[in-house]
């Protein structure tokens, strides 16, 4: 069955310091994969995506992430966080056209001074 | 990027009563839409795909006659609401592809938040 498993329901990170959020999926076939952003009360911006080619994609806002498919993999890193990037965070998987895409359950991270 | 824009953002409604929320492609045409429930700290579950000129795809689960979905134009989409209950209140969000994509990458719409009384 199609999957998306983001382990971690929320971290806590300094200002400054770097972040890591895990995304592990189950996929029938060649996934593409996205990160997206949802602020409070907003609906979601994508951050980065992949779907082939190189394995690290770069995103918007210092974001990126890598594909690791002997892993099932697809984590989210940024060298240095701001405090604008709390947020939720969600994994997705998809296909063509944006069907059958499905969301992980989302990482919440907030950002202490 | 492509724009989509969900209105109204908010609404609160009477318990019985029907609520309209559209979705629209500002820029694009979007032959397919997709609406999500999100419960609090939940991630979205998808309701519906919602194609243009022909009816929508439920997801096993959904009750169509209460959520009903039209998408009459290649630019909007709107979900009703019927006889709306307390368990109904919940933030919806729509979604667009954009046509020949092959990239998958969605462009989500602001989001309503319905709260039934």
């Known amino acids: 069955a199609q999957s998306v498993t983001q382990p971690d329901i929320h971290i806590t990170v300094s200002e400054g310091a770097s972040l890591e959020l895990r995304c592990n999926y189950s996929y029938g076939a060649t996934p593409y994969l996205f990160w997206y952003v949802q602020s409070p009360g907003q609906g979601l911006q994508l951050l980065l995506k992949?779907?082939?080619?190189?394995?690290l994609v770069q995103g918007i806002k210092g974001f990126e992430a890598e594909f690791k498919r002997s892993q099932s993999s697809f984590n989210l890193r940024k060298p240095s966080v701001h405090w604008s990037d709390a947020a939720e965070y969600f994994c997705?998987?998809?296909?063509?056209?944006?069907?059958?895409?499905?969301f992980g359950a989302g990482t919440r991270l907030f950002v202490k001074a | 990027g492509a724009v989509v824009s969900q209105h109204p953002s908010r609404v609160i409604c009477k318990s019985g009563t029907s609520v309209k929320i559209e979705c629209r492609s500002l820029d694009f045409q979007a032959t397919t839409m997709f609406w999500y429930r999100q419960f609090p700290k939940q991630s979205l579950m998808l309701m519906a795909t919602?194609?243009?000129?022909?009816?929508?795809?439920?997801e096993q689960g959904v009750e169509k006659d209460k959520f009903l979905i039209n998408h009459a134009s290649l630019t909007l989409s709107t979900l009703t609401v019927t006889s709306a209950h307390p368990e109904d209140s919940s933030f919806y969000i729509c979604?667009?592809?954009?046509?020949?994509?092959?990239?998958?990458?969605?462009?989500f719409g602001e989001g309503s938040r319905l709260t039934v009384l």
């Open positions: 979604s667009a592809s954009v046509g020949n994509s092959d990239t998958g990458e969605l462009f």
């Open positions: 997705a998987v998809g296909s063509t056209g944006g069907f059958k895409t499905i």
């Open positions: 992949y779907f082939s080619g190189d394995t």
């Open positions: 919602s194609n243009e000129g022909s009816k929508a795809t439920y």
